[in-house]
């Protein structure tokens, strides 16, 4: 492909709706609602939020602003800026190409609660044992599995402006309708929600910790897709008039609304109704709301509308995740796009099968000492992988690439980068350490030496 015929989003309401839909995905829907309950409601979602308009910020617009600047996916982008960094592009190519499997089987396990929920099944998903009997299936799972892979590929296949651009501009609006419906809706008729709502959204500083700091920049690098090779893809795909500085705020604004919503639709219920599995994990999308959907007023409808919802999440992520990887194959063995996506694919799905057996046929396998070979995938990507990634990159641009080459580039036409002063400083001195403790801290929660 050549460089000078690199697809391009048509304008900034494109790209901060795609940039936006990629950060906000499953990590948005569950992992933030319950990392809130965990420690402390208000006083996590106020570190969270100081933390993603300041380091959050900071890294997200040196992964745009490297895209932009050489038009590349990470592999060359980083190799056109510094051959001793191209590991960097490498280890960026890899993490998506490792996160889409096992993401695409969870969003098939959505589809199939969707589904369920529309044909008025939500009684029989309330029972705590359907979870693990469905995923523990040899079968059905991988069916769902493959149709939420398909979907992904169609958009992949319509290319940026058609598919990407098009679908992002309706899933995202969907999105904030349905969670702002489904908000209302559990307020009005949860008895006790409005108490929840009050421990979430009010800081008790006498609940705050390191552990409280670390948690929420895990929980920010997670949902804002850094370190995944997707802003600098997206970056690429970005015209040059166009405010790098605004557009990563108002991406910031769209994600953390999002994880803020997603807070307020599951905490202030699940504190009225069940707080004792509020900290469950993944466990509370799939056992814990459906047990609550089927005690609330037309449960059916409200849990369809639930994972519906999530759906939408999930697939604006796949969607982000599955372009990186063509991108990169397309750059790297100049490829056409259809043969790239096809590729993307059969890789998809390969690795996704050792998924859906990891909780079937290959239950007993327990890479590393993991639960599942699922969970290995996603302590490898997001636990070692990415912290590694984002290291390298603020070291990368701090004292090699230096914080005036990105600041240079944010400022073309005319575009002032208002906290280049607070970015040259996270990105040099604070990003390495918060990124190291990051690195080390996952790392010791993986092999359960540290609860976070």
Known sequence: MEQSKRSSFTGKIGFVLAAAGSAVGLGNIWRFPYLAAKYGGGIFLLVYIILSVTFGFSLMIAEITIG???????????????????????????????ILPYYSVIGGWVMKYAFSFTLGQGSDMANGSFFTGFIGKAGEPILWFAIFVALTAGVIFLGVQKGIEKVSKIMMPALVVLMLFIVIYSLCTVDGALDGVLYYITPDFSKFSVMTVVAAMGQLFYSMSLAMGIMITFGSYMKKEISIEKSTHQIEIFDTGIAF????????????????????????????????????????????????????????????????????????????????????????????????????????????????????????????????????????????????????????????????????????????????????????????????
């Open 261 to 452: 919503l997603a807070g307020l639709m599951i905490v202030p219920v699940c504190v009225a109704t069940d707080p004792n599995n509020l900290t469950a994990g993944p466990s509370l999308m799939f056992i814990t709301m459906p047990k609550i959907f089927d005690g609330m007023p037309a449960g059916n409808v409200i849990g369809a509308i639930f994972f519906l919802m999530v759906l939408l999440a999930a697939l604006t992520s796949s969607i982000s995740l599955m372009e990186t990887v063509v991108s990169t194959i397309q750059d790297k063995w100049r490829l056409s796009r259809n043969v790239s996506c096809f590729t993307v694919i059969g890789i998809s799905i390969t690795l996704g099968l050792l998924s859906c057996f990891g909780f079937s046929i290959w239950s007993g396998f327990k890479p590393l000492g993991l639960d599942d070979i699922l969970t290995f995938f996603d302590f490898l990507t997001n636990s070692v992988m990415m912290p590694i990634i984002a290291l390298s990159t603020s070291i990368f641009i701090g004292y090699f690439l230096k914080p005036k080459a990105v600041i240079d580039e944010v400022e073309l036409n005319g575009n002032k980068l208002s906290l280049k002063g607070m970015f040259s400083v996270i990105i040099r001195y604070i990003a390495p350490v918060m990124l190291l403790i990051i690195l080390v801290s996952s790392v010791l929660d993986g092999f359960g030496i540290i609860n976070i």
């Open 68 to 98: 932009r600047k050489t038009q590349l996916s990470p592999v060359e982008a980083y190799k056109s800026l510094d051959k001793r960094f191209s590991f960097i592009g490498y280890l960026s190519a890899i993490v998506p190409m490792l």
